[in-house]
């Protein structure tokens, strides 16, 4: 028979918390400054930090940084 009683698997609450790199350019020995939490993000986004184009990725995957004017830190909160 089927089972209709799937857990579903909860991450705790330090997994789900998503937190941010950052730096000042895309040259490939450009500082990188992290972690932060999605809220300093988010405060940071909104009181005009990043208007000088920094580039931002989430903490443990590689690959590409984005612009921080693109991302929307306060899905992440």
């Not at 089927?2 to 730096?23: G, Q």
């Not at 995957?61 to 991302?71: E, I, K, L, T």
Request: hydrophobic share 30%.
């Amino acid at each position: 028979g089927t089972s209709s009683n799937i857990e579903e698997p909860t991450p705790s609450s330090l997994d789900a918390e998503v937190t941010w790199e950052f730096k000042w350019s895309q040259e490939e020995k450009s500082e990188i400054h992290g972690p932060h939490t999605s809220q300093q993000m988010d405060k940071w986004a909104k009181e005009g930090y990043f208007k000088r184009n920094a580039w931002v990725r989430r903490v443990g995957q590689q690959g590409d940084f984005y612009s921080a004017s693109r991302v929307d830190f306060e899905l992440y909160i």
